[in-house]
């Protein structure tokens, strides 16, 4: 059974860090683009970073480019997003998520499995 499984959120004050872990139970970790996406009361759910299958590729949004950062380990396969300098507007559930399309997918029908989500609160 596929799961894959987020931490790492938290309370952080604004301006402060964190970093979000994804384990993956998938056979073929390496064959999977990954994405993270987020989602705040009210809001659609939204990509928020992508990396490619070796890891040489990241794709990002503006609204969170130069602050996130996201990473893989395909030999342990998990995916890290390191989030730095947080704003109150990245208050949010964040999903990790596990995609075998091709291309950079980032809308949520592209995606094949999903973690449970991990609440970030960013405070002022």
């Known amino acids: 059974q596929v799961q894959l499984e987020d931490s790492g959120g938290g309370l952080v004050q604004a301006g402060g860090s964190l970093r979000l872990s994804c384990a993956a139970s998938l056979r073929t970790f390496g064959s999977y683009f990954m994405g993270w996406f987020r989602q705040a009361p009210g809001k659609e759910r939204e990509f928020v970073a992508g990396?490619?299958?070796?890891?040489?590729?990241?794709y990002y949004p503006s609204s969170v480019k130069g602050r996130f950062t996201i990473s893989r380990d395909n030999a342990k396969n998990t995916v890290h997003l390191q989030m730095n300098s947080l704003k109150l507007e990245d208050t949010a559930v964040y999903y990790c998520a596990a995609s075998r399309r091709g291309g950079v997918p980032v809308g949520e029908p592209s995606y094949d499995y999903w973690g449970q989500g991990t609440q970030v609160t960013v405070s002022s």
């Open positions: 990396i490619s299958r070796n890891g040489g590729s990241t």
